[in-house]
């Protein structure tokens, strides 16, 4: 301090007290401090960089980690039939006062339906356990109306709902990812206030819902983008679905139903589609599956549109294979040549399912 | 009263917010969703303008206006949901200290824009009334002459038209030649008799006029002629109605202006932060223009308070018009008032309650009244007349040149060859649209259809529609499709370019089985990108996803030879422009996205005969059932 003060500085130098703060000695914990929190930060910031060095941009462009589908299939005793065919006289359209009351007394005959194919198959606790998350996938592709066929029928999911709460499930979720937009298919096909009234969750689809799948098939031979946020704490699935033409692969039933999960872009699939749907019995173990070939779309398939296309029937089929039921109800149902339908054969042939038998199959009638 | 006036306005915002929010198919159960854009005294006078009819909901502008001309421009500070929204980022941009307040809220020249503004909006839709003059005097002669034959029928003489004011028009002619000569030798210098000198020759042609057309009325009959008046305007103003008005008043409507902004811009923002608005993204053409035009005019209010309000609303200055019949007002107490200027502090109008109230620019926010250390200012029921300024401050010149571009920009706009003759491929409008001439004479460009739509199909077009169509809907099908069992967009339409439709009617089914199904377009196939027509490729998702039944997509089977000899079994897909209804979803489906193999475009669409595709569809085959009958 050997420069000399103006008088200005010096006032202030008296002001303090004859002590320059600026001239103080750092105490040695504030230097310690300091000196420590700065090279910590440094070095922190040094860790961060280095763990995320991505030197060749690879990094950036790895998909997350592909989620896998559980097997949610269950083994049934081998003197139970793993196909059973229920049939009922359909109730008479001019028996009812109003459209309310015979959609009750539908709903009423498709609880009964299933719940005695179920029953000839062990009972619904042999599919459904106490504590269980069922998602039940039903396909409602198209915003139409459910007596056009194109859909599921909303009496079928209502009941398979109903049967899944009453055998002690503890959260039914019913998803699809729809063609056409998404509120109006649950709106229209009258899927999503049936599913609402028996107490199920409906998930529509955002686009944050979807995660990569791993499938490793023939066609989808790696990953694909699945609707994957139901099935995070799902322990049971249930298929249900129409049994309906298809001018490009034939026939849409139980095992193409399972395209509604997959995301974009799922287009690309026509490609090669009997490919794509025999990866389905790969890529799915479902818990049961459930054709409803009450209403049978028998032409201009997949979207129908016209009552003159749809068959009235009275059978709903049940199984725990979904090759099973689709190859039943192709010869049965929809009046089609088995072998025309490729995706089937191609599925057995790669040892993913089993065509029907007869002596697993059972058809009985209830009133 | 100011705290009551912040409830109102918390209310009306709020209750603006949730008619967006619920404008889904979710939840849209016959709320009136609508109700702001109806309750718009512009929309209603300027679509009456457009259209000559008060449309479904939109007599609600007109009980605004009653209220306007009871209370004044109360809409513009109690319940519009935009003048609100200015309110509120005015408040938070504020960073100025009383005297700059003072000083920011008197009122400027600049606010008399909007009604410049205004008057072009309104000279675009009334431009018919041109023509319907020009061509009044013929109509009214053939008017005339009609009735006169029907006179004569019952046996009385046929007097034509002109046979009764023929002496009427040679009166006025021959008058209005010497006139004109009388003017003439006057400007020489020439004078006649000295008593003519002093004959005024405005007063002297005025006369000359009334005389002959009075000779005229006595000769054809009062009441005959009356009527012949009537039905003449009724039918030049008919004959003028078509192709000869535009409506504009959505660039700036406040009410329009908002939902647009908010539908393309903010809620689809909202989407991305919450993802609780939307099942799927949305995206908009353009929404960035709109989102900017928006926050601009938000942001405004930083630097001029109300700046939007004040100086460009269109709705404000016709709510300005019809604020001067209003009974109640602002008025100053001169003895109380010590000239401190606090009032002027949080002024919204900038309607100057210091001195002579601005009664049109007046917001009726109470906001002086409060501020006034003196009490000397009140809102008091007809105060004298003498202590305010009555009508809006305007320039004679500039209003007339505001009303000239207003009838200029028409022409220019729709005679600039994009909308008649040469219309866009692309404007693909949706369902229940009226014909292209009309609709520009009634949408608003609100957007309320593109918020309700649920594919995002609905899209703002830019200058697809001309520069008229600017914001106007258009579908664009690689956004989304028109969902085959839909009409929301013609139920939410407030003003009718989207007339309501019923399912029925769209498909074409039940009573509208003879009319057919409602067509926007038609799909064509672009062969050169077709996977099984190109590239020996299995496809056709586009047949797949056909809604109609019968398919409008179907295939034909064919064998081809491969690259390596093989055969192969293709279906090639081809369209029946019969069944075809251009919804778009085989486009949107199609997996070559980027110009997708099968594309629709308007033409074929059944709102305007003009613009069908196939013979057979232009007739209509209920007319031709009712002629065999």
Same mark, same amino acid.
């Given at each position: ?6 008088r200005t500085q010096?006032k202030?130098l ?8 600026a001239e103080?000695?750092i105490p ?7 000196v420590?929190?700065?090279a ?13 060095t991505d030197?060749?941009?690879m990094?950036?462009v790895?998909?997350?980690?592909p989620?896998?589908l559980?097997?949610?299939s ?5 003197s ?6 229920v ?5 008479d359209?001019?028996?009812?006062d ?6 009750a ?7 009964t339906m299933?719940?005695s ?13 106490k504590g269980d ?25 209502s009941?398979?709902?109903k049967?899944?709460f ?18 109006s298919?649950?709106f229209?096909?009258?899927?999503g206030?049936?599913?609402?009234r ?16 791993y ?6 031979k ?9 099935f995070k ?8 679905s129409p049994?309906?033409d298809?001018n ?39 818990t ?14 997949p979207t129908?549109?016209?009552l003159?296309?749809v068959?009235?029937?009275d ?6 294979d ?8 192709v010869?049965k149902?929809l009046?089609?040549q ?7 054969d191609?599925?057995?042939d ?18 | 009263?100011?705290?009551i006036r ?16 619920i404008?889904?198919?979710r939840?849209l ?5 609508s109700w702001?854009?109806?309750a718009s005294?512009?929309?209603a ?19 605004i206006?009653g ?5 004044g421009r ?6 519009c949901p ?6 509120l980022f005015g408040?938070?941009g504020?960073r ?7 000083e ?5 020249r600049i606010?008399?824009?909007k009604y410049y503004?205004?008057?072009?909006m ?5 431009l018919?009334?041109?023509p319907?003059l020009?061509?009044?005097?013929g109509k ?15 046996g ?7 046979q009764?004011?023929g002496?009427?028009?040679?009166m006025?002619?021959l008058?209005?030649?010497?006139l ?15 008593r ?7 007063g ?10 009075g000779?005229g ?8 002629t009356?009527s ?7 039918r030049?103003?008919?004959?003028s109605r078509?192709g000869n ?6 660039l ?12 393309t811009s903010?809620l ?5 932060a919450t ?8 995206e ?5 223009v ?10 405004a209010?930083?630097?001029i308070?109300?700046?939007?309000c004040?100086a460009v ?9 019809f ?12 003895v ?8 002027l502090?949080?002024c919204?109008?900038a309607s100057?309650?210091?001195?002579d109230?601005r009664?049109?620019?007046c917001?009726?926010c109470?906001n002086?009244?409060?501020d006034?250390?003196?009490d000397a200012l ?5 105060p ?6 009555t009508?809006?401050a ?7 040149l505001?009303?000239?571009?207003g009838v200029l920009?028409?022409p ?13 491929r ?7 649209s ?8 009634r $949408? %608003?460009? /609100?957007?309320? =259809?593109?918020?309700? @739509? #649920? ?9 697809e529609a001309g520069?008229?169509?600017l914001?106007t ?7 989304g ?6 009409t929301l967009?013609?139920?939410?339409c407030?003003?009718g370019?989207?007339?309501?439709l019923?399912?029925a ?17 038609t ?13 020996d490729?299995?496809c ?8 109609t039944s019968?398919?409008a997509?179907f295939?034909?089977?064919v ?6 000899g093989?055969t ?11 069944? $075809? %209804?251009g /919804?778009?979803? =085989?486009?949107?489906? @199609? #997996? ?8 629709v475009?308007a ?10 595709l ?5 007739e ?10």
């Open positions: 301090m050997g420069e000399k003060l103006t010096q202030n008296e002001r303090l007290g004859g002590v320059n703060p103080a000695p040695r914990r504030q230097f310690l401090t300091q420590g929190v700065g910590a930060a440094v070095g922190a910031a040094a860790g961060v960089g280095v763990a995320i030197p060749w941009g990094k950036g790895e998909p997350p980690p989620v896998r559980k097997d949610y269950v083994a049934l005793a081998p139970r039939p793993s196909l059973v065919v049939r009922a006289t359909p109730p359209r001019s028996a009812f109003s459209p309310d009351a015979e959609y007394a539908r709903e009423e005959q498709a609880l299933v719940r194919a179920m029953q000839e198959m062990g009972g619904v606790e042999q599919f459904i356990q998350v069922v998602v039940i996938k039903p396909n409602v592709a198209f915003d139409k109306n459910p007596d056009l066929g194109a859909t599921s029928q909303p009496d079928t999911v009941a398979v709902v049967l899944c009453a055998a002690g499930a503890r959260k039914v979720i019913v998803c699809d990812n729809p063609i056409n937009n998404p509120e298919c649950f229209k096909t009258r899927v206030d049936a599913a609402q028996a107490g199920a969750t409906l998930m529509l689809p955002k686009s944050s819902y979807f995660e990569p799948l499938v490793g098939g023939e066609t989808i790696d990953t694909w983008s699945m609707f994957y946020a139901p704490e799902a322990t049971k699935v249930i298929g249900i049994v309906k298809h490009l692969c034939k026939a849409t039933i139980c095992l193409k139903n399972w395209y509604g999960l997959l995301g974009n872009p799922r287009n690309q699939f026509h490609q090669d589609i009997h490919g794509i749907i025999s990866d389905f019995a790969k890529m799915m173990k479902p049961l599956v459930i054709a409803d070939g009450r209403k049978l779309l028998m032409r201009n398939g129908g549109g016209s003159n296309d068959k009235q029937s059978a709903i089929v049940v199984g725990t979904h090759v099973a039921v689709d190859s039943w109800c010869s149902l009046e089609k088995r072998h025309e339908i490729l995706y089937l191609k599925a057995i790669r040892g993913l399912a089993s065509d029907w038998r007869p002596q697993w199959t059972r058809e009985i009638t209830v009133t | 009263m100011v705290k912040r409830a109102y306005e918390a209310l009306a915002l709020g209750l603006f917010l949730f008619f967006l929010l404008t889904d198919l939840f159960k016959g709320w009136p969703v702001f854009l109806e005294p512009l929309v006078v300027a679509t009456a303008l457009t259209t000559h009819t008060i449309y479904r909901n939109l007599f609600w502008g007109l009980v206006l209220i306007t001309m009871m209370l109360v809409w513009c500070n109690w319940m935009f003048g609100i929204l200015h309110h408040n938070i504020n100025r200290n009383t005297k700059q307040m003072i920011v809220n008197r009122y400027r606010y008399a824009i503004i205004l008057a072009a309104i000279a675009m839709a009334a018919w009334i041109v319907a020009y061509n009044a005097p009214i002669a053939e008017a005339y002459d009609e009735a006169a034959l029907a006179r004569a029928a019952e009385d003489s046929v007097t034509t038209f002109s009764v004011f002496l009427s028009s040679w006025i002619g008058g209005l030649v010497a004109g000569g009388y003017a003439v030798l006057r400007a020489l210098g020439i004078f006649g008799p000295g003519l000198a002093r004959v005024p020759i405005s002297a042609l005025l006369g000359v006029i009334v005389l002959g057309l000779i009325i006595v000769r054809a009959g009062v009441p005959e009356l012949a008046v009537g039905d003449g305007l009724g030049s103003v008919e004959a078509r008005s535009t409506l504009q008043i959505g700036l409507d406040p009410i329009a202006l908002t939902v647009r902004s908010m539908t903010v689809p923002s909202v989407d991305k993802e609780g608005v939307y099942t799927e993204t949305r908009y053409w353009f929404a960035w709109v989102g900017l035009i928006f926050l601009g005019f938000l942001v209010n930083w630097f308070p109300r700046f939007f004040r609303c269109p709705l404000g200055a016709l709510l300005g018009v604020s001067r019949f209003s009974l109640w007002r602002i008025d100053r107490d001169p109380r008032c010590t000239d401190c200027d606090l009032c502090k949080s919204e109008g100057d309650p210091h001195t109230l009664k049109s620019e917001f009726v109470f002086c009244i409060e006034c250390p003196h009140q809102f008091r029921f007809l004298r007349k003498a202590s305010e300024v009508g809006p305007l320039n004679r010149r500039s209003l007339m505001a009303g000239v571009f920009f028409f220019m706009a729709r005679l600039s060859g994009g909308v008649k003759k040469n219309f866009d692309r404007v693909i409008r949706p369902p229940g009226v014909a292209e001439d009309e609709f520009l004479r $949408c %608003i460009k /609100c957007d309320q =259809c593109i918020r309700v @739509c #649920p594919t995002n199909v609905l899209q703002p077009a830019l200058f520069i008229e169509g914001w809907p258009i579908m664009i099908s690689k956004m499709w028109c969902e085959l069992n839909c967009c013609s139920q939410v407030p003003t370019a989207i007339r309501e019923s399912i009617e769209k498909l074409g089914v039940g009573p509208f089985e003879a009319q057919g199904p409602i067509k926007t377009g799909a064509f196939y672009n062969r050169g990108r077709c996977l099984p027509w190109a590239m490729v299995e056709v998702v586009c047949e797949e996803v056909c809604p019968p398919k997509i295939t034909r089977n064998e081809v030879t491969d690259r390596w093989g192969l079994e293709l279906k090639r897909p081809f369209i029946d422009p019969e069944k $075809c %209804i /919804c778009g979803i =085989c486009e949107h489906e @199609c #997996p070559v996205k980027d110009d997708p193999a099968v594309y475009t033409i074929g669409e059944t709102r305007d005969k003009e613009r069908s196939l013979l057979s569809l232009v209509d085959p209920s007319l031709a059932d009712q002629l065999m009958a």
